[in-house]
């Protein structure tokens, strides 16, 4: 559906429930925002160029902290680094809940690791946190697999012979081949065709969540979710993924060996059965499935979008690329792999891979919270159970913390001395109780992959270099980032 038509069908059936109903009232002391109408809340105030646009230019006018209706949801907006970590780590308990994605709500239904709540969230992220970093209990380590993994795709390049090549699907055959490997006990190789099928299925869910009609369907799910619309294909296209979850649970419980899990599923079923007579456990079918779900779309969408957006800057920044490749020639050389204790190494590369995380800003509005209490903040009083959007990127470009912050500057990560330096506003994986659960993993990856594959290849586009265009071509929830070709020449 056209986003005029939408928005046209969003005014006329806002306006006949507002016959029938008025909007709620507001509890407790929020912060300012524009005055909402009725159900409408502060739809006239959104820029057809998302969430984010009009967020940032409420901003400008209300602070960095904010109160917004989208539609009947009332909603506060953190803004800027301060405000974020305030509220994310000062008062962390207080903001750990997690607030409503309307797109997704219908499918998880706070079951899963990243939408659960309360004692079922924490057992589940005690328990996820620690699988994962067990990775198999004592079997080959994270770095061996993405070790692994970085080789088949050097030998899968290899193939090209320089030929240019869209490279999106390869990111994300290494990034999904990494979190399977610790889900599903297997890695898949490139032409798989299942393999294929769901990451193409995961890129479609990515892309709908980061479109401007999703959205607005946040803005008025109560009745949208009626019509056709980007809910019912993501639905259908999760519910798919689901079904292949729910096979390999299956043939998991045929093949399980108490005294040998070989991945999550095994740990997950066994600490089931350790738990069966309890009614009140978390560690259920249901819980399970949608936890990997999960864990699959995060471990797949998030890092691969991060290399394609990298690759993409080395391309139209060739004199970092060459900076990084003498760096990789000083420390590692061309004949061994590199490794995970290179990193401390190699300050230079790994603030490339800082910049490129803040730049790419692959999750610009974060995703949603809200307070587990009546919370008193900045001298406003949210009531228990308040919707909170903390606006990653407004942290990432934030001004204060990084000079001309739409700009790629490898060298705003490194002191007078040339040593990787911390910075506070650097916050790509949230920060808080929230963090994102995989993020030892993903820069793991990040760092492994960007070094094999400068170590082995010299890049080439065919596009000029001041021609390439790092526009978005969604920016929604998350940013898809644009299509481009690559050459890969062996070095």
Not at 77 to 88: K, Y
Not at 129 to 140: E, I, P
Not at 186 to 194: A, I, L, T
Not at 367 to 396: C, M, N, Q, W
Request: aromatic residues 10%; charged residues 25%; proline residues 6%.
């Amino acid at each position: 559906m056209e986003a005029s038509v939408l928005l046209f069908l969003t005014l006329l059936l806002g306006f006949v429930v507002l016959l029938l109903r008025g909007h709620p009232k507001a509890h407790g002391h929020l912060p300012p925002g524009p005055r909402p109408l009725p159900f409408l809340g502060n739809l006239l105030q959104m820029d057809r160029r998302g969430f984010l646009n009009s967020f940032m230019r409420l901003r400008e006018k209300y602070g960095d902290v904010f109160t917004v209706h989208l539609g009947p949801r009332t909603v506060v907006m953190l803004c800027g680094t301060e405000a974020i970590r305030e509220a994310l780590v000062d008062q962390a308990e207080a903001f750990s809940g997690r607030g409503t994605l309307e797109l997704v709500n219908p499918i998880f239904k706070d079951y899963g690791v990243i939408v659960a709540n309360g004692d079922h969230w924490k057992a589940l992220r005690r328990f996820s946190l620690a699988t994962m970093r067990n990775f198999g209990m004592g079997k080959r380590s994270v770095e061996e697999r993405i070790q692994e993994e970085a080789q088949c795709l050097v030998e899968e390049l290899r193939k090209s012979q320089g030929a240019p090549l869209d490279p999106k699907f390869l990111y994300k055959c290494i990034t999904a081949n990494i979190i399977c490997s610790i889900v599903f006990g297997e890695r898949f190789d490139y032409k798989d065709r299942q393999f294929l099928r769901l990451l193409d299925l995961i890129f479609q869910i990515y892309s709908l969540i980061s479109s401007f009609s999703s959205q607005v369907f946040e803005l008025f799910s109560g009745f949208l979710k009626y019509f056709p619309g980007a809910q019912v294909r993501i639905s259908r296209i999760t519910q798919e993924i689901l079904d292949y979850i729910e096979r390999s649970v299956e043939q998991h419980q045929e093949t399980l060996d108490p005294s040998n899990p070989r991945d999550f599923i095994d740990t997950y079923l066994l600490r089931m059965e350790k738990e069966k007579s309890n009614p009140h456990t978390e560690f259920q079918q249901k819980n399970l499935v949608l936890t990997v779900l999960a864990l699959f779309f995060a471990g797949t969408e998030t890092s691969s979008t991060t290399l394609h957006y990298g690759f993409l800057l080395m391309l139209k920044y060739p004199h970092v690329a060459e900076k990084v490749q003498k760096e990789i020639d000083e420390v590692i050389g061309s004949h061994r792999l590199p490794t995970l204790d290179d990193r401390t190494k190699m300050p230079y590369t790994d603030a490339v891979i800082h910049e490129i995380q803040r730049l790419s800003d692959v999750v610009p509005i974060g995703v949603p919270h809200k307070v587990t209490k009546d919370t008193l903040f900045r001298g406003y009083l949210l009531p228990k159970d308040t919707e909170v959007y903390p606006i990653l990127s407004s942290a990432l470009h934030d001004p204060q913390h990084f000079e001309q912050p739409d700009t790629f500057n490898p060298d705003r990560f490194l002191d007078a001395n040339g040593a990787l330096k911390k910075n506070e506003a650097f916050m790509p994986f949230s920060i808080g109780k929230r963090i994102c659960p995989g993020e030892g993993i993903a820069r793991n990856e990040l760092f492994l992959f960007f070094t094999t594959l400068l170590q082995n290849f010299s890049l080439s586009s065919p596009v000029d270099p001041k021609d390439i265009d790092l526009s978005p071509k969604e920016s929604g929830f998350g940013r898809v980032p644009p299509e481009y070709q690559i050459c890969f020449l062996s070095r």
